[in-house]
């Protein structure tokens, strides 16, 4: 069976497991009515399954290709965006003073889960292009938001963000590119970038770059980095796209997975950008892109993670051997674990999207701690969850799995990078037992106190769930003593057990919500099942992770880089 985006989950969780109600509670957001976001679901639903799903195999098959320094899309893909576009998908959450529907942040990260598990390589074009209008909004001069975000937000041009150069990967302070000025406050901006995702495009009437870049005399390291937009065509005095700027595309990576979208080596030799947010203040514009640009990436992984799950369970299903597959014990416990962990990971990236919209709907610094918090283990749980469902789907499929045909192995290829790209997940985990924990882990502490809440309210309410109710409680008091543990300790060891620290914290916060779920369920049924199968199965695994964490970083350097090379 095809793709078949599910609707209902997002209804029930953003109903019963992280309310939306508060949201649209809020003056900011009263238009979230209970009807809108079920509409909004309903239309985005109808075309990712219609539009973009049956693409998903074209852009694997048939890659984005290069011809004479011209960029062509895979087959199909000219038709996707454009209703992905017409359908104003782009600008869902975006301000409505330049065209954008204003919604909640949770409502479209439901929406881009939905496009990416219809046709990932399509909708990291719009994904990127939603962060560069954040970007904008927070960042530019009025004159660059009048120009640039009406056309980014209807769709009729793409964003792309340009950080990373050959010798500047995650060190983005080693950047070489450079900014001259030319008098009329424009610049000239000179550089190479690899990895641009969507750098070129023949879907869009422009493409504009966000490039970092060095002013002259600029200070070292990211000090002294700046942020420019640079369009591939310089709009003319109507705003059209008029003279091509003096950028090109190089080449195109050749990659594992992601094909149907065009991954560019970028040269910008003397192309003519404007600055975004001010002389070396391009790192804070930047992370505003890459922080929407993170949690989007961790939804990323959770589309695929249920594309693969539907495909594997269907193949169950139609299997036979010895009996329908799905009847056998191990198969069962592969896809039960598939599903129970896309249910926690959605429900996280759900969480804090919520909190995002509070954040910025009320203002509290309370919200605001809690969307940073849980940014790092949105992004790196999801994807997690993304690379362990899409292989467990191969082995589901057994040998028919390792056979490109089947297409079971796309989704492993696909998602593989989402781990990687917008910060890999071991700078999401040092960012979250370093920055986010600069306050003493309170904001960790705060939340931790609600899942010991809500545990101790299952257990009263509802005496079937008493035994998962005091798993959870135990669970969330470890952490918060692992917590304490971890704020007390130096920076080495804590980036050292950063990566189980956060794992540990995902499992923790993914038994609550299946709690939750459990508890929604007027007398148990098959939310408690799965509730169940994660908290006595997946659960567990937290403690293991929290013994890794407090091993420190000694024993990792008692090995020196000679012994590791023996």
């Not at 009025?142 to 340009?162: F, H």
């Not at 060190?171 to 424009?186: E, H, I």
């Amino acid at each position: 069976m095809p793709y078949r985006s599910p609707v209902g989950e997002f209804r029930f969780i953003l109903d019963q497991v992280v309310p939306l109600a508060p949201v649209a509670a809020t003056e900011r957001f009263a238009e979230a009515t209970g009807e809108t976001v079920d509409a909004i679901l309903t239309e985005a639903g109808r075309m990712c399954d219609e539009v973009l799903a049956p693409l998903q195999r074209n852009g694997d098959l048939h890659p984005a290709r290069l011809e004479n320094g011209v960029l062509r899309s895979s087959p199909g893909f000219a038709e996707g965006y454009a209703a992905i576009a017409e359908g104003g998908w782009v600008g869902l959450a975006a301000p409505q003073e330049f065209g954008g529907m204003g919604l909640p942040q949770a409502l479209n990260m439901a929406v881009n889960d939905m496009m990416s598990g219809a046709c990932l390589a399509l909708q990291l074009n719009p994904l990127l292009t939603q962060g560069q209008i954040e970007a904008l909004e927070h960042h530019a001069s009025d004159e660059l938001k009048a120009l640039y975000l009406p056309k980014l937000i209807s769709g009729e041009w793409s964003g792309t963000m340009n950080l990373t150069e050959p010798q500047a990967g995650s060190d983005v302070g080693a950047v070489r590119s450079k900014a001259d000025p030319n008098g009329d406050g424009t610049y000239a901006i000179t550089g190479q970038k690899i990895f641009i995702s969507w750098g070129d495009s023949d879907v869009t009437a422009n493409v504009c770059h966000l490039v970092l870049a060095r002013l002259p005399d600029a200070a070292p390291g990211t000090r002294g980095i700046s942020l420019f937009m640079v369009p591939k065509y310089i709009p003319d005095a109507d705003g059209a796209p008029g003279a091509r700027n003096s950028l090109k595309v190089v080449s195109l990576e050749h990659k594992m997975g992601l094909h149907g979208s065009p991954t560019c080596v970028m040269a910008f030799e003397g192309a003519t950008g404007w600055m975004v947010g001010g002389e070396a203040k391009g790192m804070a514009a930047m992370f505003t892109m890459m922080n929407n640009a993170r949690l989007a990436v961790g939804v990323q992984g959770i589309g695929v993670a249920e594309a693969a799950y539907q495909k594997a369970l269907d193949y169950a299903l139609d299997r036979k051997q010895m009996g329908a597959i799905i009847e056998h014990a191990d198969v069962r416990r592969m896809l039960a674990g598939m599903k129970a962990d896309i249910f926690a990971a959605r429900s996280i990236a759900l969480a804090c999207a919520v909190a995002l919209d509070m954040g910025r709907a009320t203002g509290e610094p309370e919200w605001q701690a809690r969307a940073a918090l849980l940014t790092p283990i949105a992004k790196a749980f999801g994807t997690d969850v993304g690379m362990a469902v899409s292989e467990t789907g191969v082995q589901i499929h057994g040998g028919m799995g390792f056979v490109e045909e089947t297409g079971a192995a796309q989704f492993y290829r696909d998602v593989r990078v989402t781990a990687i790209y917008e910060g890999t997940n071991g700078i999401q985990a040092m960012d979250l037992v370093g920055r986010k924990m600069m306050d003493g882990g309170e904001a960790a502490f705060r939340l931790l106190q609600e899942v010991e809440d809500a545990a101790n309210m299952a257990r009263a309410a509802r005496p079937e769930l008493a035994d998962l109710a005091e798993q959870v409680w135990t669970a969330a008091e470890t952490l918060r003593e692992a917590t304490e543990w971890l704020v007390r300790q130096e920076v080495q060891d804590r980036f050292a057990g950063a990566v189980p620290y956060l794992r540990a914290f995902a499992r923790v916060l993914g038994a609550h919500f299946h709690l939750k779920a459990a508890l929604a369920e007027a007398e148990a049924g098959p939310r408690a099942a799965l509730a169940r199968i994660y908290v006595t199965r997946l659960l567990p695994q937290f403690a293991a992770a929290l013994d890794e964490a407090r091993q420190g970083a000694e024993g990792l350097y008692a090995l020196s880089a000679e012994d590791l090379a023996a």
